[in-house]
């Protein structure tokens, strides 16, 4: 015992190094070689519906450069240029590439902008759901008893509403009881958090779930016999150990946060017209359709089905990726 | 190792008619309609032993006999539903003692029995083994926090390098070591080992068990050692406890226990130890099986299977005696049926 233990000491004597930087280079090291990263890249589908989700979330994000010019600068809009079609076409016009609308905006522009807020909208709403479900979850989970009791029958009883009923709802509350030109002004964070809250409820009873299997194991309770207070056990050794499904819940939500607020946009209840999103400009140009204007709905609504579809296939890889029964 | 508490001393760890119940009634609704009545799983029912200071106290029985449970109780992992636990004399057992609870907490720590469960999976050795370093605020500086672990991982025969790996680099021998620096970061003086070896290879269990030994010897631990393997009872404890359905059947210095059983139960046990010599002894086989704890059988619990049980012990439940320093709980050794 004595001289194997004298032998290994030996062998590695100097204290290990916990650097931030080291941790960042065996982050990635890990991470090139995880069996993610080698399903990723056996899976073409999801490189390309990577690639496109990459595609819209960049020029999203980079909107004032990568447009060809800003529709909501009222100095470059000229009336002159309202309803013109496609370049390919017949009275296409090379400046806008996909058209233009009914008050002279490029379509392409449109999209570009309005892609920002669909996406700015979904991600915010994502993170809130995720915080509230997850912090929820946690809580439901490892304290038991009566508190999760009446976080899961409060789960139960929105679950019954339709998600879109519960948006609407927050946001009709929301305009009753704002002045006009305040629900303006908060509109967009009155619909992230209407569809926020119409979300936490997989994200709770998920973590829940993760956390009455984790707060079993022995990890758990070898915290708790060192003596660890419970909000740091929750945080430092339960959180780390339920993400995993919540990264595929929330992926797939993102797909569905972006899809009901353009169903709220085009109700007519989302963001204001002056700023439109995705739903918007398709509830805009369905008013164009008959008379021949088919363009103005039709991209915006296309660059949507196809940015949903990228998000979910992207979920659907990552939810068969981390799941151990599939492998 | 081996060298018997002093009889005169205080004992370090006191139980006395320990109690733990679990509910496991029917939801609420299901009761009603149902007409199903309240049931509860007798895990631990009236337990009473001392620990001496620098022992080790070894429980045996059966799968579900509520060894762990016990554990689990001394530890604070569990509320007793009643009885006493008093750690130099001080009550941590109830409730209402938290705070002479909170007090004498940092003297334990726990090893658990799946070491593969029992480290967290995403965090690194060095943070795992430091863990109580810093929940008792023992050191400060994350140098002197380093050199701490380096050290604690030489002396159950890691390396002070393995600090930056991640448990699933290591084997269940070597997890169980850094569970054991885990445990002895804390400085604990009294350790509980809830089945440390179960979980591992016949070889890997006995590099283990010296450890534990070694580790013992050097720095004067007290043990509470949870087994079913008899033979490494045998090998480690000072003194042995026998439990059967949440009683304690039998307790003894174990040499005594071993070489002569006194209650039933016990001697079932012992017969049931295989040997390779193939001796051809007469054995008592352990017949049938243990019965459940939620519904368990009226008098000594242990008298359906019991060769010697008479209508008394269907009757009524024996109390602990003492023969020679040995405890026993048995109707047939107080009549001298069995001697």
Known sequence: ?????????????????????????????????????????????????????????????????????????????????????????????????????????????????????????????????????????????????????????????????????????????????????????????????????????????????????????????????????AILIILRHVLPNVMGPVMVIATIHLALAIITEATLSFLGVGVSPTEPSLGTLINVGQDYLFSGEWWIALFPGAVLAILVLAVNLLGDWLRDALNPKLR | MNDPSDKGAA??????????????????????????????????????????????????????????????????????????????????????????????????????????????????????????????????????????????????????????????EFSGGQRQRISIARALAGEPEFLVCDEPTSALDVSVQAQILNLMQDLQQRLGLTYLFISHDLAVVYHVSTKVGVMYLGRLVEWAETRTLFEHPLHPYTRMLLDAIPDLEMSGRQRIPVAGEVPSPINPPSGCAFHPRCPHAENRCRVEAPMARVYNGVHVACHAVADGRIS
């Open chain 1, 1 to 229: 015992m004595a001289v194997e233990a004298a032998a290994m000491a030996e062998r590695g004597g100097e204290v290990p190094d916990l650097s931030l930087w080291r941790r960042t280079i065996d982050l990635l090291q890990r991470a090139r070689d995880s069996d993610i990263w080698y399903s990723f890249k056996r899976s073409p589908i999801t490189i390309v519906a990577a690639a496109v989700t990459a595609v819209i979330i960049l020029s999203a994000l980079f909107a004032s450069w990568v447009a060809p010019h800003n529709p909501f600068d009222l100095a470059t809009i000229d009336l002159m240029n309202a309803s013109i079609p496609p370049a390919w076409m017949a009275d296409g016009d090379t400046r806008f590439l996909l058209g233009t609308d009914d008050q002279g905006r490029g379509i392409l522009s449109t999209i570009i902008f309005g892609a920002r807020i669909s996406l700015g909208v979904g991600f915010a709403s994502v993170v809130f759901a995720l915080i509230v479900g997850v912090g929820l979850g946690l809580i439901s989970g490892y304290v038991g008893g009566t508190v999760d009791a009446v976080i899961m029958r409060i789960a139960d009883i929105q679950l019954s509403f339709p998600a879109i009923l519960l948006a609407l709802l927050v946001d009709g509350v929301a305009r009753g009881l704002l002045p006009r030109e305040t629900h303006d002004e908060l509109a967009i964070y009155v619909l992230v958090f209407s569809i926020g809250i119409s979300g936490w409820v997989q994200y709770a009873r998920t973590v829940r779930g993760s956390t009455l299997v984790e707060k079993n194991k022995e990890y758990v309770q070898a915290a708790r016999v060192i003596g660890r207070p």
């Open chain 2, 11 to 168: 004992p370090l760890l006191s139980v006395a008619g320990l109690v733990r119940h679990f509910d496991v009634s029917a939801p609420f609704l299901n009761r009603v309609l149902e007409r199903l009545e309240r049931s509860y799983v007798k895990a631990v029912d009236g337990i009473s032993f001392d620990i001496g200071r620098g022992e080790t106290f070894s429980l045996v029985g059966e799968s579900g006999c509520g060894k762990s449970t016990v554990a689990r109780l001394i530890v604070g992992l569990y509320q007793p539903t009643a009885g006493s636990i008093q750690y130099e004399g001080v009550e941590i057992g109830p409730r209402e003692a938290a705070a002479e609870r909170k007090r004498m907490q940092p003297h334990m720590q726990m090893i658990f029995q799946d070491p593969y469960a029992s480290l967290n999976p995403r965090w690194r050795v060095a943070e795992i083994v430091a863990e109580p370093i810093h929940a008792r605020r023992l050191l400060q500086g994350k140098r002197e926090v380093l050199a701490r672990v380096g050290e604690l991982l030489t002396q159950v025969g890691l390396s002070p390098a393995d600090g930056e790996r991640y448990p699933h």
